[in-house]
Structures are given as structure tokens and as C-alpha cells.
């Protein structure tokens, strides 16, 4: 059984601020770690992607993998009341490359 | 820009009724995905379809479901005999190759609810 496992918050961080959510996963044979978010009601949008360990940057987000610890995160800069939603955590696995979703973290970002 | 597209946005069925959701996915892409998220919960994969057959199923997607692709636009989820733990959220995804950094591209999802 392949898990994902996320905080479930709520994670609440004032406007401006760094909101930091973490992932952690059970199959070493991931290969990619797709980062999702899911406004109440609404279907998972894509944020960014990692697949190498490290850190990368794309606008405000930071996703950062370290497969040695089964471990993968996503930094949000100058956090905006409109990042407030569900974030999923989703590693890639199986030969159809199927994403495997964490419970998501609640993130609520303060005006 | 191009997007899935899903239809009907809501359902509402008699437990023991077939429903059949229907998706368009984009129109280059080659790789098609059914999930679901019952109310509260995670997002869960059904199944994948690639060249007209099913290429990976979960342990959710029994013999009560289905999928087809009739044409070569609509991409198709039936379920023969719905029980009321079927009530979902039904996503469907495509991609363009099943590339492990391949963006999978959700649809907006019909809610299922089952009576």
C-alpha cells in the first residue's frame, strides 16, 4: 500500500508571510512529486512538479525533494489570501504513472 | 487554452441505476485518467486508459465499473449499478504521454450522488 501522508492543518499564516507544507511517502520508487491545489468544490489544479533532489523555484513556490528521507515540501512565498485552499501532495508511480494524493493540507492565508 | 471538459457538472441517480460520465479530454492528448474524491476524503486514482485499453486499475475499479472511449473525443466512465457509496466527485485527467513529469490535466469533475 503506497502512502502519502500530509498535515492536515488547518495551517493558518498571516498575508505576506512563508507558508511551509510538508509530504512525506512510503514508495522509494516514486519518480516525481507533484504538488496540487484544490479550492473547496473545485477539481486539483497543478502548482509545480519536482523530480530531482534539491530545490526548485517557480514564481512564489519552492518545491523541495529529498528522496533519501522520503521526503518532499512546498514553500509558498508572500503568501496571498487567494492560496487559501487545500494543498495535495501527489507522487507519480505504476507504469501509467498514476498520482497517488495525499489527504491535503488546509492552508489559510490571514488578510 | 485547452482544458478536460466533463459532463454533466451534477447527477443524481437511484441506488441500482448505470450512470455514465463523460469526459473530453484535450484534444492531443494520449493518455486518460478516471479519479475520485468522496466528500471529505483524498483524491483517489480508478483507472488508466491508453490505445483503447485499460493500462493500470485500482482495487475501487471492480466489474461494476467501465470505461470506453466510443469516439475520438469522449472519453467515458460507467458505472452499471450504483450503490450509495458511490457518491463522489469524479475527476477526469488526461496527458499527453505518461512521462513521469508528465502534467496530468483534471477535468472539473461531476458530482455524483446516489440515492
Known amino acids: 500500500q503506497k502512502e502519502v501522508e500530509q498535515n492536515s492543518g488547518p495551517l493558518s499564516v498571516p498575508e505576506g508571510a512563508i507558508a511551509s507544507l510538508n509530504c512525506t511517502y512510503s514508495?522509494?520508487?516514486?519518480?516525481?512529486f507533484f504538488w496540487y491545489r484544490q479550492y473547496s468544490g473545485k477539481s486539483p489544479e497543478l502548482i509545480m512538479f519536482?523530480?530531482?533532489?534539491g530545490d526548485k523555484e517557480d514564481g512564489r513556490f519552492t518545491a523541495q525533494l529529498n528522496k533519501a528521507s522520503q521526503y518532499v515540501s512546498l514553500l509558498i512565498r508572500d503568501s496571498q489570501p487567494s492560496d487559501s485552499a487545500t494543498y495535495l501532495c501527489?507522487?507519480?508511480?505504476?507504469?501509467?504513472?498514476?498520482?497517488?494524493f495525499g489527504s491535503g493540507t488546509q492552508l489559510t492565508v490571514l488578510p | 487554452e485547452p482544458e478536460v471538459t466533463q459532463t454533466p457538472s451534477h447527477q443524481v441517480t437511484q441506488m441500482g441505476q448505470e450512470v455514465i460520465l463523460r469526459c473530453v479530454p484535450i484534444?492531443?492528448?494520449?493518455?486518460f485518467y478516471w479519479y475520485r474524491q468522496i466528500l471529505g476524503q483524498k483524491v483517489e486514482f480508478l483507472v488508466s486508459?491508453?490505445?483503447?485499453?485499460?493500462?493500470?486499475k485500482s482495487e475501487i475499479f471492480d466489474d461494476q465499473f467501465s470505461v470506453e472511449r466510443p469516439d475520438g473525443s469522449n472519453f467515458t466512465l460507467k458505472i452499471r449499478s450504483t450503490k450509495l457509496e458511490d457518491s463522489a466527485m469524479y475527476f477526469c485527467?488526461?496527458?499527453?504521454?505518461?512521462?513521469?513529469?508528465?502534467?496530468?490535466?483534471f477535468g472539473p469533475g461531476t458530482r455524483l450522488l446516489v440515492l
Open positions: 514508495d522509494r520508487g516514486s519518480q516525481s
Open positions: 519536482i523530480y530531482s533532489n
Open positions: 486508459f491508453y490505445n483503447n485499453e485499460i493500462s493500470e
Open positions: 485527467a488526461s496527458s499527453l504521454t505518461s512521462g513521469a513529469q508528465e502534467t496530468q490535466y
Open positions: 501527489a507522487p507519480v508511480w505504476g507504469s501509467a504513472r498514476q498520482l497517488t
Open positions: 484534444s492531443n492528448h494520449l493518455y
